[in-house]
């Protein structure tokens, strides 16, 4: 009975397994396309990982440790869509560059 519940939640709400909410994704999102925007692409993933934790703190009021290491297929369409759109209409010249990323 318990495998039934489960599978149906798999099912029915994906989201239920996330470990990072909508809002969470969506700062997330907003937060590394402001960067690649601020910084290029190049530079923005080429910054240590003391320095990106250090900026994402500073400036979400998360915790680098918030963001998934290894995202659901959910969470990653839906950061990497939120991103996509954010640098086409605030840089697109950078599109590309994080397009070949």
């Known amino acids: 009975m318990h495998f039934v519940l489960v599978l149906a939640m798999l099912c029915l709400c994906p989201n239920a397994w996330s470990s990072t909410t909508r809002d969470e994704q969506s700062i997330i999102a907003k937060w590394t396309g402001e960067n690649i925007c601020a910084m290029g692409v190049g530079r923005f993933y080429s910054i240590s990982e003391t320095e990106m934790r250090t900026l994402f703190e ?6 680098y440790n918030d ?18 759109a954010y640098i086409a209409s605030v840089c697109p010249s950078e599109l590309e560059n994080y397009r070949r990323r």
């Not at 500073?58 to 915790?63: I, K, N, V, Y």
């Open 58 to 63: 500073s400036q979400t009021g998360m915790l």
């Open 67 to 84: 963001i998934p290491i290894e995202p659901t297929e959910s969470e990653r369409l839906s950061i990497t869509s939120q991103l996509t």
